[in-house]
Structures are given as structure tokens and as C-alpha cells.
């Protein structure tokens, strides 16, 4: 997408305007919970000052509009990860580089649209906030990534990184991969084939529905789900392939009936936000009765708006499940639930925790803040936390990590102690993938700065 800089520079202004900048130590993050400041606040705040300049990160996001609760959602993840980096000192950096220095967070609301993201790249970057971070849309991403690898062009001393955590369209680690780009979730055709190790052992299963939203990650997610269909279960009837505007539709309740009407077993989709809420919702209503294999069907409404219709029929992959069968996995839940005690808050993220650790080594690696020297980094870094283990891959700056796949079922039994948002439903684990086990190819041809 070409950038324009006079578009770019009059969205900043309004983006500016109204942008805020949160320290994420101590700060209570959803609008209705911000309170007045403490004095325990005033201490960390303190401390903060006494460790140096904070490193600013630029978090692009739905903030407002209709996928506003994600981009919410990633803020809470991010900043919290963001706040364990800074409660142990912060990033520990040479004297001339400014010493040990904190995170910061910065908000800038894309509003949903590749535009005002883009802008909002603009005004993070007049900000000098050079690490970005957005991950909800792959569209979006890979508008960013086109925009951060012309400024990287056109102004190598002031380069930006791109850090990705959600937008999983394979080919932008892939075929559009870049050295200026870094993705922490699995890419859909790994979150796919972990699907298809459950839906593959269903012989029952006859006929499936694929659904999605119409933009590049919808179509990435339904075209492999056909490809692994074809391979693994050829006995399996795909009844239809439909997509959906992204983002627009309020009424689901005729693509339930559709879906109904054809006889389909299962649907297949990859929808996310609203888009998946109100969708499992009016197929619930309608009287569906079959699976759902989905990629974020374990929060933000789904479950609660599934019910009991749902007990043992939704399925869901991610790279973490709180009911990871785990003591240390058990424990990093606990701990964000004391820090996010709301069950509308209940949405967490190993792979987001892990984003932040791997740029905290980084930095530490390369004793710098710049972005090359800490892209050169990045490369080889390797992570845990909490018993997760990642390590990013040199070739294409895929994050591999392990992948699980869950069951919905009714909370408060050994294997589901946890709920989600406190709607009485949680995941069982019933699927577990190595690092190794969920890696796949890649068809990367990596292009590299000279590392002077």
C-alpha cells in the first residue's frame, strides 16, 4: 500500500491528539476500572524514574469500534507482561545506552481500518516509539509491514520493527516475510493441522461447513483446511465454502440456518472477535447442533454465548490453555487472575508474556535499543516462562512453540478447574504438540541489512 504522507501526517495529528501513554507497572488498565493514582503508584513511578529513559513500545490496535475488546484484551496481556519486565529491574543496558531502563507502553487506536493504522504508524514513529506491535487483522499487518519496510528504506537511522502476535496468515512469514517483521503465534497452517489430529480421528464425521471472514486470513484458513481435508480425511463431504464481510454483519442467524440446512456435521472457521461471538451465537439459536472447530473459540463470549449446546462439541487451538494440565501452567493462571481479578478481563496469553520476554533478551543480547542491532537478536532468541518454552527461527521469524488443542466442557472437574470469564465453561486439554511437533516448513527468502 503506498503511503501517502500528507494523509499520513493529518490522521497523526488527530491520532496525537488523542493518544495516551501508559507506564504498564501498577496501572489498572480498562476504562471503567482506571482509578486515581496511589501512593504505592507514586513509589513505582519513582522507581521507574531512578532506572532511566523508559524504551517505548507502539501497540496499533482495534481500541475503539467494533473489535474494540480484542485490541482492549492484547493492552491487558502486553501491559502485564510488560510489568513483570520492570518489577525485576527493567532492561539492563550499557551506561551509554542509558543503564537499566523500563518498558512503556503506548496506545494508538487503528479503529479497525488499514488507514488509520497506518497513520497510527506514523504518529508512533513521530513519537519515537521504533517497536510496533499489532496483531489483530492480518490485512492490517501486512499494511504495516509494507509501510515499516519503506521507512526502514527511506530512513535507515530511524528503522521500526515490527512485532506481530496474532496475525497469522501464513505467507507473512512466508512468501512476504521480513527481516523488520517477528510473529509469536503459530501461523494457520499450524494451528490447522493441530485441528485436523482431533477432527481426523471423528469417523463419525461425514460432512463439514467452511465459514470465514472475506479478507487474506479468512481465505488462508479455509483453502488449508480444504487442502488438509483432501489429504487426511478424503471421505469427508465439504458441503460448502462461504465467506462473510469481516467486521459488519450483526445478524448471523441466516448463515446458521444455511449451515443447518446443508446437513454439515462441523464447521470449520477461523473467525474471530465479534465476528465468532455472534456467529456461534445465532447458530446455537437456530438449532444447530454439530461441532465447531475453530481457532479462538475459547474466549472473549464464545462459550457463554455458545452454552451448553457447546459441552463437548467446540474446539479450539491455541499455543497456551489455562487448564494445561500443569502445576507451573496452573500458576501463571492464577497470577493473572489476582492482577485481572474482572471475569470480563479473564482473557490471557502465553504467547504475548513470551513477545515481551524475547524483546527484553534481545535488547539485552545486543546492548542496544536500536532496531537492526536488536532484529539481529531477536533472530536467535529463546524464551520461558512459567514452564513455556519458544524459541524464534532465524529463517522466516516464525516464534515455534507448543500448540494445543481443547474440548469445551462445564467447569469445576480435575481437568477443567478453570471457566472462561466466568461463564462456567473451560477447555479441557485434549491435544498436546511439541515445538517440534507444530513446526512446519517455511519457503522464506530472508533479505538482510548488512549487520554494520
Same mark, same amino acid.
Given at each position: 500500500?503506498?503511503?501517502?504522507?500528507?494523509? &499520513?501526517?493529518?490522521?497523526?495529528?488527530?491520532?496525537?491528539?488523542?493518544?495516551?501513554?501508559?507506564?504498564?507497572?501498577?496501572?489498572?488498565?480498562?476504562?471503567?476500572?482506571?482509578?486515581?493514582?496511589?501512593?504505592?503508584?507514586?513509589?513505582?513511578? $519513582?522507581?521507574?524514574? /531512578?532506572?532511566?529513559?523508559?524504551?517505548?513500545?507502539?501497540?496499533?490496535?482495534?481500541?475503539?469500534?467494533?473489535?474494540?475488546?480484542?485490541?482492549?484484551?492484547?493492552?491487558?496481556?502486553?501491559? &502485564?507482561?510488560?510489568?513483570?519486565?520492570?518489577?525485576?529491574?527493567?532492561?539492563?543496558?550499557?551506561?551509554?545506552?542509558?543503564?537499566?531502563?523500563?518498558?512503556?507502553? #503506548? !496506545?494508538?487506536?487503528? $479503529?479497525?481500518?488499514?488507514?488509520?493504522?497506518?497513520?497510527?504508524?506514523?504518529?508512533?514513529?513521530?513519537?519515537?516509539?521504533?517497536?510496533?506491535?499489532?496483531?489483530?487483522?492480518?490485512?492490517?499487518?501486512?499494511?504495516?509491514?509494507? /509501510?515499516?519496510?519503506?521507512?526502514?528504506?527511506?530512513?535507515?537511522?530511524?528503522?521500526?520493527?515490527?512485532?506481530?502476535?496474532?496475525?497469522?496468515?501464513?505467507?507473512?512469514?512466508?512468501?512476504?516475510?521480513?527481516? &523488520?517483521?517477528?510473529?509469536?503465534?503459530?501461523?494457520?497452517?499450524?494451528?490447522?493441522?493441530?485441528?485436523?489430529?482431533?477432527?481426523?480421528?471423528?469417523?463419525?464425521?461425514?460432512?463439514?461447513?467452511?465459514?470465514?471472514?472475506?479478507?487474506?486470513?479468512?481465505?488462508?484458513?479455509?483453502?488449508?483446511?480444504?487442502?488438509?481435508?483432501?489429504?487426511?480425511?478424503?471421505?469427508?463431504?465439504?458441503?460448502?465454502?462461504?465467506?462473510?464481510?469481516?467486521?459488519?454483519?450483526?445478524?448471523?442467524?441466516?448463515?446458521?440456518?444455511?449451515?443447518?440446512?446443508?446437513?454439515?456435521?462441523?464447521?470449520?472457521?477461523?473467525?474471530?472477535?465479534?465476528?465468532?461471538?455472534?456467529?456461534?451465537?445465532?447458530?446455537?439459536?437456530?438449532?444447530?447442533?454439530?461441532?465447531?472447530?475453530?481457532?479462538?473459540?475459547?474466549?472473549?463470549?464464545?462459550?457463554?454465548?455458545?452454552?451448553?449446546?457447546?459441552?463437548?462439541?467446540?474446539?479450539?487451538?491455541?499455543?497456551?490453555?489455562?487448564?494445561?494440565?500443569?502445576?507451573?501452567?496452573?500458576?501463571?493462571?492464577?497470577?493473572?487472575?489476582?492482577?485481572?481479578?474482572?471475569?470480563?478481563?479473564?482473557?490471557?496469553?502465553?504467547?504475548?508474556?513470551?513477545?515481551?520476554?524475547?524483546?527484553? /533478551?534481545?535488547?539485552?543480547?545486543?546492548?542496544?535499543?536500536?532496531?537492526?542491532?536488536?532484529?539481529?537478536?531477536?533472530?536467535?532468541?529463546?524464551?520461558?516462562?512459567?514452564?513455556?518454552?519458544?524459541?524464534? !527461527? /532465524?529463517?522466516?521469524?516464525?516464534?515455534?512453540?507448543?500448540?494445543?488443542?481443547? !474440548?469445551?466442557?462445564?467447569?469445576?472437574?480435575?481437568?477443567?478447574?478453570?471457566?472462561?470469564?466466568?461463564?462456567?465453561?473451560?477447555?479441557?486439554?485434549?491435544?498436546? #504438540?511439541?515445538?517440534?511437533?507444530?513446526?512446519?516448513?517455511?519457503?522464506?527468502?530472508?533479505? !538482510?541489512?548488512?549487520?554494520?
Amino acid at each position: 500500500m503506498v503511503l501517502r504522507k500528507k494523509r &499520513w501526517l493529518r490522521a497523526a495529528g488527530r491520532l496525537r491528539a488523542g493518544m495516551l501513554a501508559i507506564t504498564a507497572v501498577g496501572v489498572l488498565l480498562a476504562a471503567p476500572q482506571v482509578l486515581a493514582q496511589t501512593a504505592a503508584q507514586a513509589v513505582e513511578d $519513582k522507581s521507574h524514574a /531512578a532506572m532511566g529513559v523508559p524504551i517505548e513500545l507502539a501497540l496499533v490496535e482495534s481500541l475503539s469500534g467494533p473489535f474494540a475488546n480484542t485490541g482492549e484484551a492484547v493492552f491487558r496481556n502486553l501491559s &502485564w507482561a510488560i510489568e513483570r519486565v520492570n518489577a525485576r529491574g527493567g532492561v539492563h543496558l550499557p551506561a551509554e545506552q542509558g543503564g537499566a531502563r523500563p518498558l512503556k507502553l #503506548l !496506545r494508538f487506536d487503528s $479503529k479497525g481500518q488499514n488507514e488509520e493504522a497506518l497513520a497510527a504508524l506514523q504518529a508512533a514513529r513521530d513519537a519515537g516509539a521504533y517497536f510496533v506491535l499489532q496483531g489483530n487483522s492480518s490485512a492490517t499487518a501486512e499494511a504495516i509491514l509494507n /509501510a515499516v519496510e519503506k521507512n526502514n528504506q527511506r530512513t535507515p537511522e530511524q528503522s521500526m520493527l515490527f512485532l506481530n502476535y496474532s496475525a497469522v496468515d501464513p505467507a507473512l512469514t512466508n512468501e512476504k516475510c521480513s527481516f &523488520w517483521h517477528f510473529r509469536f503465534d503459530a501461523h494457520a497452517n499450524m494451528r490447522m493441522n493441530a485441528l485436523m489430529d482431533v477432527l481426523q480421528a471423528d469417523r463419525d464425521l461425514k460432512k463439514v461447513y467452511l465459514f470465514g471472514q472475506d479478507y487474506s486470513f479468512g481465505h488462508a484458513v479455509l483453502r488449508e483446511a480444504r487442502r488438509q481435508l483432501e489429504q487426511r480425511r478424503p471421505d469427508i463431504e465439504i458441503v460448502a465454502e462461504e465467506y462473510h464481510p469481516i467486521g459488519r454483519i450483526k445478524d448471523f442467524a441466516p448463515y446458521g440456518a444455511k449451515i443447518k440446512a446443508s446437513g454439515a456435521q462441523a464447521v470449520i472457521t477461523g473467525n474471530w472477535g465479534n465476528d465468532l461471538t455472534l456467529f456461534v451465537k445465532a447458530a446455537n439459536e437456530v438449532g444447530f447442533n454439530g461441532n465447531f472447530y475453530t481457532f479462538y473459540g475459547n474466549a472473549l463470549g464464545a462459550p457463554a454465548a455458545i452454552g451448553d449446546a457447546g459441552v463437548g462439541k467446540v474446539i479450539a487451538v491455541a499455543d497456551w490453555l489455562p487448564n494445561n494440565p500443569t502445576t507451573q501452567s496452573r500458576a501463571f493462571y492464577q497470577a493473572f487472575r489476582e492482577r485481572f481479578p474482572r471475569p470480563a478481563d479473564d482473557y490471557v496469553h502465553m504467547r504475548m508474556q513470551l513477545l515481551i520476554e524475547s524483546v527484553a /533478551a534481545a535488547m539485552e543480547k545486543a546492548q542496544s535499543t536500536d532496531p537492526k542491532a536488536v532484529a539481529f537478536a531477536l533472530e536467535n532468541v529463546a524464551v520461558s516462562l512459567y514452564g513455556q518454552q519458544g524459541h524464534m !527461527r /532465524a529463517a522466516d521469524h516464525q516464534f515455534q512453540q507448543s500448540l494445543l488443542v481443547g !474440548r469445551m466442557q462445564k467447569s469445576g472437574t480435575e481437568a477443567v478447574p478453570f471457566d472462561v470469564e466466568g461463564s462456567g465453561y473451560g477447555f479441557e486439554v485434549i491435544q498436546s #504438540l511439541t515445538p517440534a511437533q507444530a513446526e512446519m516448513p517455511q519457503s522464506c527468502q530472508m533479505q !538482510r541489512p548488512s549487520a554494520s
